[in-house]
C-alpha cells in the first residue's frame, strides 16, 4: 500500500453540478498531483500543488481547481461538470515537486450523467 | 502528435512466452522514464525506471534510446500475473512542476 488515500471511491452527478474529490498524501510528501484518466486512455496531468500553492497546470479549463491544505492533504474540485467529466481521477504523492517517485491512490471514480 | 505513444494492442500471449512492448516520446528534454502497470479498475504502481543503460529486475528488462526517444520493456517467461494494463511514462516539466506524461498503455492477457 502507498499510504495515499482518496475519498469517496465512486461518485455519481449530474451535468451542471459542482464535486469536490479529497486526497491524503503518504507521510513526508509535500507535493500533490491530480490526473483525470478517461477510460482507455493513460492518466492526464491536471495540476500540481507544493507546499500549498499551484506550481504547475495542464490542459484543463479553469472550471478544475484545487486546494492543497498545511497537512499537504488536498482537494480537486469541479464546477459545472461535463459528461466529458466521467473518469477516474488519480492523485499521486511526491516529495519535492514530483522529483521523488510518484505514488498513486486508489483514484475516485467519477461518471457524470 | 501524442507527447508519449505505444501501442494499445491488445497482447494475447501464451504463459511463459516472452513479451516486448515498445513507446516513443516527443519531448527530446525529457529527463526521467518509467513502466507503470496498471491493473483492471486499480491505481497504476511503479513497475520500474527506464536506465539509458539498460536495467533489469527479475523477468523484467527496460531501455532507453534517447537518441530514438524510444523506449522498451521485455518480459519473460511471462505469468498469468501479468495480466495488466502497462503504461509509458516520461517525466515533463510544467511550470514548477515536475509531472507524468502518460503513453496509452498496452493491455496484456497471459492466456494459460
Known amino acids: 500500500e502507498t499510504g495515499v488515500t482518496q475519498s469517496p471511491t465512486h461518485l455519481i452527478k449530474t451535468r451542471g453540478q459542482q464535486v469536490t474529490l479529497r486526497c491524503s498524501s503518504q507521510s513526508g510528501h509535500n507535493t500533490v498531483s491530480w490526473y483525470q484518466q478517461a477510460l482507455g486512455q493513460g492518466p492526464q496531468f491536471i495540476f500540481q500543488y507544493y507546499r500549498e500553492e499551484e506550481n504547475g497546470r495542464g490542459n484543463f479549463p479553469p472550471r478544475f481547481s484545487g486546494l492543497q491544505f498545511p497537512n499537504y492533504s488536498s482537494e480537486l474540485n469541479v464546477n459545472a461538470l461535463e459528461l466529458d467529466d466521467s473518469a477516474l481521477y488519480l492523485c499521486?504523492?511526491?516529495?519535492?515537486?514530483?522529483?521523488?517517485?510518484?505514488?498513486f491512490g486508489p483514484g475516485t471514480r467519477l461518471l457524470v450523467l | 502528435r501524442k507527447e508519449v505513444e505505444q501501442d494499445p494492442g491488445p497482447f494475447n500471449v501464451p504463459e511463459g512466452a516472452t513479451v516486448a512492448f515498445n513507446c516513443t516520446y516527443s519531448?527530446?528534454?525529457?529527463?526521467?522514464f518509467f513502466w507503470y502497470r496498471q491493473d483492471c479498475r486499480k491505481e497504476p504502481k511503479l513497475l520500474m525506471s527506464?536506465?539509458?543503460s539498460g536495467n533489469e529486475d527479475g523477468r523484467f528488462t527496460a531501455q532507453l534510446n534517447r537518441a530514438s526517444q524510444y523506449i522498451s520493456l521485455l518480459i519473460r517467461d511471462s505469468k498469468l500475473s501479468d495480466s495488466a494494463t502497462y503504461l509509458c511514462?516520461?517525466?515533463?516539466?510544467?511550470?514548477?512542476?515536475?509531472?507524468?506524461?502518460f503513453g496509452q498503455g498496452t493491455r496484456l492477457t497471459i492466456n494459460p
Open positions: 519531448n527530446s528534454a525529457s529527463q526521467s
Open positions: 511514462v516520461v517525466n515533463a516539466v510544467r511550470g514548477g512542476a515536475q509531472k507524468l506524461v
Open positions: 527506464v536506465y539509458s
Open positions: 499521486a504523492s511526491s516529495s519535492g515537486q514530483g522529483r521523488g517517485t510518484q505514488y
